[in-house]
């Protein structure tokens, strides 16, 4: 089994500055790691995953995440925020024969002009 | 084109009264997922099928149904509810079948569903 721990609920940051969210997961087996993005009122959009090969990856809309195994983080990271990225954040864990997503309890980001 | 599609987007009811919700995906894919986010926004996974056959079935009272008459569709029937059932329902579809190398959840808008 898999959890994912988010341990910022809420996020302000000015705009045009740097952001990271933190992920941290704990799992028995090796995962493939998920970041989603929901805007207001709409459902999950799929921002970046790691499934192997390089743990720096890059995801839409200029974000990118890290993968470090020893120390069981993903975290994501954009260098330069707009108030269009106000959103909630999910971290998510799935182990590699199974397509279940355990999600972190979210982040949401506030972009402050 | 919508890819992943769910009705009614809003659902307000009575407790005790019989409710559905339907998801239909367009993409041709294999598996079908009910997820619940409850007020807190902490998502969790309901149900899952994969070619009309029931994969997942997490810790869900037995209220909740799951039904799918094609591998394009997958319903969420909810007899008897309860108030703690308020929450936001998320369907979502991905390729191939279940324990096969990763494939991408693409979700639905979402159904909010509140019970008084």
């Given amino acids: 089994a898999q959890s994912v721990t988010q341990l910022d609920s809420q996020v302000p940051v000015f705009e045009e500055a740097p952001v990271e969210l933190r992920c941290n997961y704990s799992s028995s087996v090796s995962v493939y790691l998920f970041w989603y993005v929901q805007y207001p009122n709409q459902g999950l959009q799929l921002l970046l995953k790691y499934l192997s090969g390089s743990t720096l990856v890059k995801g839409i809309n200029g974000f990118e995440a890290e993968f470090n195994k020893s120390q069981t983080s993903f975290h994501l990271r954009k260098p330069s925020v707009h108030i269009s990225d106000t959103a909630e954040y999910f971290c998510a864990v799935s182990g590699l024969l199974d397509e279940k997503l355990t999600f972190g309890t979210g982040t949401r980001l506030t972009i402050i002009p | 084109d919508t890819a992943v599609s769910q009705t009614p987007k809003y ?80 369907c979502a579809s991905s390729q191939g079948g279940w324990g096969q190398k990763y494939n991408e959840q693409f979700f639905g808008p979402g159904t909010r569903l509140t019970v008084l």
């Fill in chain 2, 11 to 90: 659902l307000v009811t009575q407790m005790g009264n019989d409710k559905s919700i339907k998801c239909e995906q367009n993409l041709g894919h294999d598996t079908m997922y009910w997820y619940k986010q409850d007020s807190k926004k902490f998502l969790k996974i309901m149900f899952s099928y994969n070619n009309k056959e029931l994969i997942i079935n997490e810790t869900v009272p037995n209220r909740f149904s799951p039904k799918s008459p094609d591998k394009a569709h997958l319903n969420l029937h909810i007899n008897s509810l309860e108030l703690g059932d308020s929450a936001v329902y998320f």
